[in-house]
Protein backbone atom coordinates (compact mmCIF):
# COMPACT_ATOMS: atom_id res chain seq x y z
CA UNK A 1 0.00 0.00 0.00
CA UNK A 2 1.19 3.31 -1.10
CA UNK A 3 2.36 5.47 2.09
CA UNK A 4 1.24 9.11 3.18
CA UNK A 5 3.81 11.84 3.83
CA UNK A 6 1.99 15.09 5.21
CA UNK A 7 4.25 18.09 4.58
CA UNK A 8 3.61 21.21 6.65
CA UNK A 9 5.29 24.87 6.33
CA UNK A 10 6.74 24.06 10.01
CA UNK A 11 6.84 26.38 12.85
CA UNK A 12 8.71 27.44 15.60
CA UNK A 13 5.45 26.84 18.15
CA UNK A 14 6.07 23.75 20.55
CA UNK A 15 2.36 23.03 19.61
CA UNK A 16 2.56 22.72 15.99
CA UNK A 17 4.47 19.55 15.68
CA UNK A 18 2.03 17.68 17.85
CA UNK A 19 -0.67 19.45 15.86
CA UNK A 20 0.46 18.42 12.19
CA UNK A 21 1.77 14.78 13.74
CA UNK A 22 -2.06 14.10 14.88
CA UNK A 23 -3.70 15.01 11.54
CA UNK A 24 -1.37 12.41 9.83
CA UNK A 25 -2.02 9.62 12.38
CA UNK A 26 -5.80 10.47 11.87
CA UNK A 27 -5.40 10.61 8.14
CA UNK A 28 -3.50 7.60 8.43
CA UNK A 29 -6.01 5.82 10.52
CA UNK A 30 -9.02 7.16 8.37
CA UNK A 31 -6.91 5.41 4.94
CA UNK A 32 -5.54 2.43 6.90
CA UNK A 33 -2.20 3.65 5.43
CA UNK A 34 1.48 4.29 7.23
CA UNK A 35 2.48 7.51 7.58
CA UNK A 36 5.26 9.76 8.33
CA UNK A 37 4.55 14.08 9.14
CA UNK A 38 7.44 15.87 7.85
CA UNK A 39 8.11 19.56 7.61
CA UNK A 40 9.97 22.72 5.22
CA UNK A 41 10.90 24.33 7.78
CA UNK A 42 11.47 25.01 11.92
CA UNK A 43 10.60 21.33 12.23
CA UNK A 44 11.46 17.52 12.42
CA UNK A 45 11.48 15.13 10.01
CA UNK A 46 11.97 17.25 7.34
CA UNK A 47 10.72 15.28 4.04
CA UNK A 48 13.79 13.58 3.20
CA UNK A 49 14.05 11.84 6.54
CA UNK A 50 10.53 11.20 6.60
CA UNK A 51 11.04 9.21 3.17
CA UNK A 52 13.92 7.55 5.41
CA UNK A 53 11.81 6.50 7.69
CA UNK A 54 9.39 4.69 5.34
CA UNK A 55 11.92 3.31 3.15
CA UNK A 56 13.77 1.70 6.36
CA UNK A 57 9.80 0.27 6.77
CA UNK A 58 9.95 -1.68 3.51
CA UNK A 59 7.79 1.20 1.66
CA UNK A 60 8.79 2.09 -1.65
CA UNK A 61 6.26 4.51 -2.82
CA UNK A 62 4.02 7.46 -0.98
CA UNK A 63 2.15 10.35 -1.54
CA UNK A 64 3.01 13.60 -0.47
CA UNK A 65 0.22 15.26 1.04
CA UNK A 66 1.48 19.52 1.24
CA UNK A 67 -0.45 21.33 4.29
CA UNK A 68 -0.58 25.02 2.56
CA UNK A 69 -3.63 26.47 1.69
CA UNK A 70 -2.30 28.41 -1.65
CA UNK A 71 -0.61 27.79 -4.26
CA UNK A 72 1.99 30.23 -3.80
CA UNK A 73 5.94 30.42 -3.61
CA UNK A 74 5.96 27.76 -1.04
CA UNK A 75 4.04 25.30 -2.59
CA UNK A 76 5.74 26.11 -6.12
CA UNK A 77 9.14 26.50 -5.74
CA UNK A 78 9.82 25.03 -1.52
CA UNK A 79 7.71 21.64 -1.74
CA UNK A 80 8.99 20.65 -5.57
CA UNK A 81 12.46 21.01 -4.23
CA UNK A 82 12.30 19.19 -1.01
CA UNK A 83 10.38 16.27 -3.28
CA UNK A 84 13.50 15.86 -5.92
CA UNK A 85 15.78 15.84 -3.12
CA UNK A 86 13.82 13.61 -0.93
CA UNK A 87 13.17 11.25 -3.77
CA UNK A 88 16.79 11.28 -4.65
CA UNK A 89 18.04 10.83 -0.88
CA UNK A 90 15.56 7.99 -0.37
CA UNK A 91 14.98 6.19 -3.60
CA UNK A 92 11.51 5.99 -2.82
CA UNK A 93 8.97 7.02 -5.87
CA UNK A 94 7.34 10.10 -4.60
CA UNK A 95 4.14 11.23 -5.48
CA UNK A 96 2.77 14.96 -5.48
CA UNK A 97 -1.10 15.60 -4.29
CA UNK A 98 -2.42 18.78 -3.84
CA UNK A 99 -2.40 21.50 -1.34
CA UNK A 100 -5.63 21.51 1.09
CA UNK A 101 -6.11 24.45 -0.91
CA UNK A 102 -9.23 27.01 -0.81
CA UNK A 103 -11.65 25.03 -2.65
CA UNK A 104 -15.43 24.19 -2.11
CA UNK A 105 -14.03 21.36 0.29
CA UNK A 106 -12.43 23.86 2.60
CA UNK A 107 -15.23 26.36 2.66
CA UNK A 108 -17.41 23.59 3.62
CA UNK A 109 -15.19 22.66 6.74
CA UNK A 110 -14.83 26.48 7.61
CA UNK A 111 -18.47 26.97 7.82
CA UNK A 112 -19.23 24.15 10.28
CA UNK A 113 -16.52 25.33 12.39
CA UNK A 114 -18.38 28.82 12.03
CA UNK A 115 -21.47 26.94 12.92
CA UNK A 116 -20.20 25.54 16.15
CA UNK A 117 -17.98 28.06 17.63
CA UNK A 118 -19.13 31.77 16.24
CA UNK A 119 -22.19 33.57 17.90
CA UNK A 120 -25.50 33.74 15.53
CA UNK A 121 -25.12 37.61 14.37
CA UNK A 122 -21.33 37.71 14.40
CA UNK A 123 -19.14 38.76 11.85
CA UNK A 124 -16.52 36.35 10.64
CA UNK A 125 -12.84 37.41 9.89
CA UNK A 126 -10.81 34.74 8.22
CA UNK A 127 -7.12 34.72 8.64
CA UNK A 128 -4.23 33.76 7.09
CA UNK A 129 -0.82 33.73 7.05
CA UNK A 130 -1.11 35.73 4.15
CA UNK A 131 0.67 36.04 0.86
CA UNK A 132 2.67 38.20 -1.53
CA UNK A 133 1.11 35.88 -4.60
CA UNK A 134 -1.77 37.83 -6.00
CA UNK A 135 -3.75 35.34 -7.10
CA UNK A 136 -3.38 33.20 -4.09
CA UNK A 137 -4.62 35.92 -2.60
CA UNK A 138 -7.62 36.46 -4.55
CA UNK A 139 -8.42 32.61 -3.68
CA UNK A 140 -8.63 33.19 -0.02
CA UNK A 141 -11.20 36.49 -1.21
CA UNK A 142 -13.24 33.89 -3.24
CA UNK A 143 -12.78 31.20 -0.46
CA UNK A 144 -14.21 33.82 1.82
CA UNK A 145 -17.15 34.68 -0.39
CA UNK A 146 -17.92 30.90 -0.12
CA UNK A 147 -17.92 30.96 3.46
CA UNK A 148 -20.08 33.69 3.35
CA UNK A 149 -23.18 32.18 1.13
CA UNK A 150 -22.55 28.75 3.23
CA UNK A 151 -22.59 30.21 6.97
CA UNK A 152 -24.79 33.36 6.59
CA UNK A 153 -22.29 35.70 8.38
CA UNK A 154 -20.67 38.50 6.72
CA UNK A 155 -16.78 37.16 5.97
CA UNK A 156 -13.90 39.77 5.73
CA UNK A 157 -10.33 38.52 4.86
CA UNK A 158 -7.46 39.72 7.04
CA UNK A 159 -4.10 38.19 6.80
CA UNK A 160 -1.47 38.21 9.48
CA UNK A 161 1.46 39.60 7.41
CA UNK A 162 1.55 41.24 4.24
CA UNK A 163 1.88 44.84 3.32
CA UNK A 164 -0.95 47.73 3.11
CA UNK A 165 -3.73 48.60 5.20
CA UNK A 166 -5.89 45.21 6.12
CA UNK A 167 -3.49 43.41 7.70
CA UNK A 168 -2.62 42.08 11.29
CA UNK A 169 -4.11 44.11 14.17
CA UNK A 170 -4.50 46.65 12.27
CA UNK A 171 -7.10 45.11 9.98
CA UNK A 172 -9.28 43.34 12.67
CA UNK A 173 -9.40 47.44 15.06
CA UNK A 174 -10.83 48.51 11.20
CA UNK A 175 -13.53 45.83 11.33
CA UNK A 176 -14.20 46.06 14.83
CA UNK A 177 -14.74 49.54 14.83
CA UNK A 178 -17.87 48.57 12.69
CA UNK A 179 -19.45 45.54 14.14
CA UNK A 180 -20.62 44.65 17.24
CA UNK A 181 -19.16 41.08 17.82
CA UNK A 182 -16.54 39.92 15.72
CA UNK A 183 -15.72 36.12 15.58
CA UNK A 184 -11.80 35.27 14.00
CA UNK A 185 -11.74 32.37 12.38
CA UNK A 186 -8.10 31.24 12.03
CA UNK A 187 -7.07 29.89 8.46
CA UNK A 188 -3.87 27.88 10.46
CA UNK A 189 -3.40 24.21 10.23
CA UNK A 190 -1.84 24.01 13.69
CA UNK A 191 -0.73 26.48 16.08
CA UNK A 192 1.62 29.16 15.15
CA UNK A 193 3.48 32.33 16.83
CA UNK A 194 1.81 34.35 14.45
CA UNK A 195 -1.48 33.68 15.59
CA UNK A 196 -0.56 33.64 19.42
CA UNK A 197 0.45 36.89 18.53
CA UNK A 198 -2.54 38.31 17.82
CA UNK A 199 -4.86 36.15 20.11
CA UNK A 200 -2.57 38.14 22.97
CA UNK A 201 -3.71 41.58 21.82
CA UNK A 202 -7.41 40.58 21.63
CA UNK A 203 -8.29 41.60 24.86
CA UNK A 204 -6.82 45.29 23.96
CA UNK A 205 -9.05 45.31 20.10
CA UNK A 206 -11.83 44.99 22.46
CA UNK A 207 -10.98 47.75 25.25
CA UNK A 208 -10.32 49.99 22.08
CA UNK A 209 -13.44 49.66 19.93
CA UNK A 210 -16.12 47.94 22.52
CA UNK A 211 -16.71 44.96 20.01
CA UNK A 212 -17.25 41.57 21.60
CA UNK A 213 -14.94 39.35 20.50
CA UNK A 214 -14.45 35.61 19.99
CA UNK A 215 -12.27 33.11 18.20
CA UNK A 216 -11.96 29.53 16.69
CA UNK A 217 -8.32 27.66 17.27
CA UNK A 218 -6.67 26.33 14.33
CA UNK A 219 -8.16 24.12 12.17
CA UNK A 220 -6.01 20.90 13.31
CA UNK A 221 -8.24 17.15 12.78
CA UNK A 222 -11.17 19.30 10.80
CA UNK A 223 -8.57 19.31 7.96
CA UNK A 224 -8.51 15.35 8.41
CA UNK A 225 -10.97 14.26 5.85
CA UNK A 226 -9.31 16.97 3.37
CA UNK A 227 -5.96 15.53 3.42
CA UNK A 228 -7.33 11.84 3.20
CA UNK A 229 -9.51 12.78 -0.10
CA UNK A 230 -6.06 14.40 -1.44
CA UNK A 231 -4.37 11.22 -1.34
CA UNK A 232 -7.50 9.10 -2.36
CA UNK A 233 -7.28 11.12 -5.48
CA UNK A 234 -3.97 10.67 -6.51
CA UNK A 235 -3.23 7.16 -4.87
CA UNK A 236 -6.38 5.77 -6.44
CA UNK A 237 -5.01 6.39 -9.71
CA UNK A 238 -1.24 6.59 -10.09
CA UNK A 239 -0.69 5.54 -13.64
CA UNK A 240 0.29 9.12 -15.63
CA UNK A 241 1.25 10.68 -12.67
CA UNK A 242 4.40 11.79 -12.66
CA UNK A 243 7.07 10.57 -10.65
CA UNK A 244 9.99 12.97 -9.30
CA UNK A 245 12.81 9.73 -9.36
Known sequence: MTALI?????????EAEVGV?????????????????????????????????LAAQGHDEAVV???????????KVDVPAALAEAAEESGMDLYLAETLGQGKDMAEILARRVSLDAPQEATIVL??????????AQGTESLAADLAE??????????ATGKGEGRGLEGLRAIAAN????????????HGTLLDAVVDK??????ETGVVLTHSAPLLQDLV???????????GSLVGAEKTA
Open 6 to 14: TLSHGSRHP
Open 21 to 53: RAITRAAARSLDVEAVESHLDFSTPTLSQAAAI
Open 65 to 75: VPLLFTDAYHA
Open 127 to 136: YPVGTSDEAA
Open 150 to 159: LSGHDVFVVP
Open 179 to 190: TSRMHVLPLFVT
Open 202 to 207: FSTVQD
Open 225 to 235: PIVAQRYRELA
